[in-house]
Each structure stands twice: as structure tokens, then as C-alpha cells.
């Protein structure tokens, strides 16, 4: 009983002190967490990681990963999202891209955005293209997730 | 009630000011220390001024809990503070960045949410499974990063257990403090079967995100974006959503806490609070009642914010898990038989060393979370009076 008690108060009074070195050394903490687990987020939020990126005079349009992402296996719906980044100049008033989201060697779609209204276009959409999901106007850049069917 | 009469109603280890000022000192230095970070004072006059009035309001608390003996009556009072102040500071800072309170989706896809502790148990399980996190914030950049919150979420836990609901969710001090509104509850019984509601809600919201990899509590239940952040009406299924946060927030948080003196939503629907309290089991400090002194009066089962009491408590001398640890039934015990109390030592009575080790943790843990937004808040409540506007 009295090592229990000992123990006890020890663990009480270390609480203090984990407190105070838990506020100093939060970001340390909070790196080592994230490193050490390799977590990353969700590709659903994020768009995934980008696995193309195509280069253009004033602007780069970079092609994410299709995320078709599940618990334990892929889902039979996903997307894919394309960015059009500035580079220096704004963007132009229509931008283009012909994309090969799954790297076949063969284009699955080629869409057109419009810089000012935000309206994308499909054209030319192979029969897993489902879709624009919706345009996003980011800070640095425009992004469109286009929602796919698994092949 | 002859027992009421011949115990003397004990006051734990009350000292003279001398002693309590002696005590405070160490919390003085520690709050000032954290609060000031180390950074120059500020030039202007409200700054400076918000950051005096947090330390001194943070700091005399707590001179109070140690020279009165009473620990609820100023902690709900640093509770219910720091619940307002985060969420002036919160709303300020959106409006400023953002323009409004409403989050686009361009913010998630930016990773411009603040994460939040209500998020963790939706997080978990699809962390282990796909090695990523379902919310749309940043690992760890900007206000309110995921690595910083879980790193504090799991010492604070470690620490406090549950306690993190009383002394240190920024939430819980609205209804903490609307429990207290009036002087009898209008509503005096509510069917104790209501307690597992929120367990019920954690496992509901652990399965649906684990299985739609979204966190569903944020996205349909949290009554708090009320006071935080919510999505734009855009969609039918959006302004669904709304009218349940909305009813939830007026039901739970305003309206039921006023008419039962209860934590209706910390104790009967939140779902973090309800996988909080598993974390009880590691933490050093917990209430417990000295069975030979109780005079089972059942004033602490009637007066527990968060129905962590039953009848078996009196026997057992032991609260139910879900115990926040915030002092009350203890400030309330006509016959001081119950205590903080030290795991591992024997429950004799109020233990005022087991009491002073859980406040030096737990306060200075809710004067550091919550300096720096009180000081904050007053200087938005100051810029509010001299300028006319809460922004910069």
C-alpha cells in the first residue's frame, strides 16, 4: 500500500511537470507524431498526391492521383483533381488540359476552364469519366475534382 | 441528519493569505511565463492591457481556490471565461481571414479548418486503417494544427483523464455556466438511462466515419459550429445539417442546461466526452468518497453536473467513469467526505495534498489554453470600445 501511495504521488507530481514540458515542447511533440506515424491527410480532402505536372508558358496544370481511396479497399467512385497554378502572370481568361489521369498512354478527357466565370467544360470524356464534381477557386490557383467510375 | 449536525463542515487544508499567496506564486510565475511566451510586450496600450487582465484574472482565481478551499466556484468561473473568449477570439480571427464564419469548400481543401479535440475519435480507427486523417486541417501548420492537438489531447488525457472536460474543453464551459442560471432546476429528474446516450453517440459516429471516412459528428451533430464555423447553405442536405446543429446547440448547450442545472450536452450527448472518459483509468487523480463519513444525503448524486454519480457511489466510493473532476460535489459535501484523491493512497477524509497536486496540473493547464485567448478576447473587447469595431 505504501509503495502504491509512493507510486501514486510520483505520478501525481510528474503530471505537473508533463504539463509545462507538454506547452513548451508542443510543436516538437506534434512533429515527431506526425513523422514518426507518417500520417498524411485524407486524399478525399486534399485531392491526393500529384502525379503530373504539365508545363505552360504563364501556368503549370498539375494532375493529382485518382482517388478512389476506401477503409480497406478502393471504391468503385472516386475523382480525380486537376490545378491550374499561375506561374507569375494571372491565369489566362480559358485554360486547357488533355489528361491522362491513369498514365495509359492515352488522353481520358480534355477540359476547359474558364478563369473568370469558373465553369469547366468535359470534352472529349472516355466512358469512366462520370463528371465535374465542382471548380475550386484556391488561393494560389483553380482547381476541378472530376469524378470517375473504377476501371 | 444527526450526523450533519455533530460534523464540523470541512473546509481542506484552508491557510491564511500568507499560505495561499505562498502557493499561488508558483501558478503566478507559470501563467506569466506562458502567456508573456517570451515575446516582447506589445506597444499598444490594449494588448498590453488584455495580457494584465488575464494574468491577474487567472491569477487570483486561483489565489481564491487555494484560500477559500473551494475549487468549482472559481474553476466554472475560469471555465465559463474561457468558453466565451475562445469563441470571441475564434469568430474575430475567421471574420478577419476569411470575411465570415462560413466555411467554404475551398477552406477544407486548403486545409484551412482548425482541428479540434471533438474530431479524435473519429480519427483514430481510419488512421490506423489508411494511414491518413478524415479532416480537411493541416498535419502541422497554422492555428490549431492535428500533430499539435492529438500531442496535447494525449499528455492532457494521461494527465487529467476526463478532467479535460471541466478544466480544459473550450467548449464545455456554456453549458458549465448555463447550468447555473436560476436558482432550482426547473426540470429536477432526468431518467438516468440518458447517461449512455453518449456512448451510443460515440459509437454511432466511430462507424459511420470509419466507414464513410468523413467525420460525421463535425459534419451533422456538433452543436459548436454555432459558435465556430459551419458550411455555407448551399444544398438541401446542407441546411438538413444546419437545423440539427442549430437545435442541438439551443437544446443542449442554452435551453436544457437552464431548466436541469445540468451539462446536458457534456453529459448526455457529446461523444468525446464519453471516450474522454475512458482515459480516467490512467490518470493519477480521482474523486472519491470516504464511505465511513458519508451520511449518504445523496446532495452530490442531485448537485453532479454530469450524472457521474449514483447510488452505488456512496457505497463504493467511487465515482462513475464519466467523472469530469471538477470539484463540485466536493465544494458541496456537507460533511467533507469526498476528495480528490491520489490512485494508490488510502480515501481518509479530504486530502488536500492530492487536491493541490491535481490543481497545479489542471489549473495551470486552463490558465495557459486559456490566457492567451482571454487576453485576446478583452483586447477585441477594448478595440470594440475604442474603435468601434473588433477587428483590425
Known sequence: ?151 | MSNMQTEPKLTPGKPGIGGALLKTLPMVLMILFMILGGGGLSTDWRVLAGVIGSVVFFSTLFFLMVYTGKTDRYRALAFAVLAGAFAITFITQLIEVRGSMVLTPEDMMQGDTPFCHMVLPMVILPAIFTKTIIFPGSLLEGFASIGSMIALWFVFSLVFGRGWCSWGCFYGGWDDALSRVGKKPVIKKVNSLWKYLPFAMLLLVVLTSLVSLTPTYCTWFCPFKAITEFEEISSTLILIQTVIFVSIFLGLVIILPVLTHKRTQCGLFCPFGAFQSFTNAVSPVDVRIDTAKCIQCNKCLNICPTFSLDEKSLTSGKTLITCTKCGKCIDNCPVGAITYHVKGTEVKGKNNRARMLYLYAAYFFLATFGGGMVATALYRILLLFTTGSMLT
Not at chain 1, 70 to 98: C, H, M, N
Not at chain 1, 114 to 134: F, K, R, S, W
Open chain 1, 1 to 151: 500500500m505504501k509503495l502504491r501511495a509512493t507510486l501514486g504521488y510520483i505520478w501525481a507530481s510528474i503530471a505537473i511537470l508533463l504539463v509545462f514540458v507538454m506547452f513548451i515542447g508542443n510543436h516538437f511533440l506534434a512533429e515527431t507524431l506526425i513523422n514518426t506515424t507518417g500520417l498524411k491527410i485524407s486524399p478525399w480532402c486534399d485531392g491526393g498526391e500529384v502525379t503530373q505536372t504539365l508545363e505552360y508558358d504563364t501556368y503549370k496544370v498539375l494532375v493529382h492521383r485518382p482517388v478512389f481511396d476506401g477503409l480497406t479497399e478502393e471504391r468503385s467512385q472516386g475523382f480525380v483533381q486537376v490545378d491550374w497554378k499561375s506561374i507569375g502572370k494571372p491565369l489566362p481568361e480559358t485554360v486547357y488540359a488533355g489528361i491522362d489521369y491513369d498514365q495509359d498512354g492515352v488522353q481520358d478527357f480534355h477540359l476547359v476552364l474558364n478563369t473568370q466565370t469558373n465553369e469547366a467544360t468535359l470534352e472529349d470524356a472516355g466512358t469512366y469519366v462520370l463528371g465535374i464534381e465542382q471548380v475550386y477557386d484556391l488561393k494560389t490557383q483553380r482547381a476541378v475534382r472530376i469524378r470517375l467510375k473504377h476501371k
